[in-house]
């Protein structure tokens, strides 16, 4: 049946049609626009006696979309600010709820020292190897003055949903449920795992909960964050140090009187970028936009007054390493040059991460997913400069690609949104995905 049939049959206008016929969000907020409260129509009559084939195709496409809008809805604001921090328990439960109704085996795993906080771990089929589609759950704080659309709205415009997380990255975990549905256990010869975590975007302690467990999840995954469906299979890692130092404070008539941590920060600043240069003329990559590791000096602090020798200063460090480069290596060679340079002065220097850092991401382009995922989008795999939960799988045995809907360009900004348009091709790769790696028996 054409759309235009389509339209006939639901009783709308040509006009309705043109502007609501890609979008459905005329499918999923009843009783708006003088609808009755009752009714699943927005913007024309409900259609009392619909063909069956009607029934499906406004079933199908209300049920994602709506389910996309749920999950946006639910605040699970994840950030080291105490203040910022939420739960994200109510959309794993409701994850939860969804799978158990197609028939997957689902376990909630709370964190260890935060019980409000859970991953999700969903199984369709059993045995070793098999596929697994992950997201978080979780999103960053939001400035609510800066959104055009309610943040928690799920709003439909302009050929977009609009919402806090509908690029990064709830919509990916309803899309991957909405991919299973036509798979059953029987059908598969390799198990298929969805897998929701939290708290990627502050401490993927979620991650790190499940690399501790040490449990083998499946052979290939997809993380669905936002790449435009474009398939990545490398990114750089993070490391975020604070360097401090400790002093003398004094009156400042008399230098002798004190020892200047500010005095002697200005020398691990000199030291830091003679560092950096050394790392960037070793180590280079021209898939990566920046093609070597870059050393950002990114906040420092010292003293309390101009009439006093400055008694601590710290500093804050961000590094950004390419695959091949672990986190390790680098804080031995950091602590390493920096105790050298200050061993026989006054002042005391100490370091603390800011957090544990996550390592640089490289899956072998010869993976097999890396290659099923070219095939499916005719892209070829790419590289990012953000990091994800990738090399977390990857430790349990997996291979990982970085594939998803939407754009990381609208990340983490007011008025993220995802293209409906990016939702059925999404649908597809997905479908063609389990297919490929869980595999329908004969």
Known sequence: MDKGAWRQGLGISTSQYLQYKDSAAWLITPGANGAPAGSTSCYYRAVTTPSPVKIIMLTDSSRLLARIRQLIAIPSVSSVSPQFDQSNRAVIDLLATWLEEIGFAVRVEPLLERPDKANLIATLGAGPGGLVLAGHTDTVPFDAGRWRYDPFGGTVANERVYGLGSADMKSFL??????AREFSARDLRQPLVILATADEESSMEGARALAAAGKPLGRHAVIGEPTDLKPVRMHKGILMEAIRLDGRSGHSSNP???ASALEGMYLVIGELLRWRGELQA?????????????LNLGHIHGGDNPNRICGDCEL???IRPLPGMTLAELREALHGRLNGLLKDGELKLSFKPLFAGIEA???PATAAIVRAAEALTGAPAGVVGFGTEGPYLNALGMETVILGPGSIDCAHQPDEFLPLAAIQPTLDILRGLIGQFCGKTA
């Open 282 to 294: 070793r180590y280079r990559n021209p898939l990566f936009e920046v093609e070597g590791p870059t």
């Open 361 to 363: 991401m490289e899956t």
């Open 256 to 258: 002798a009187l004190g």
């Open 174 to 179: 309803a899309l991957a449920i909405a991919a």
């Open 316 to 318: 804050y460090i961000d």
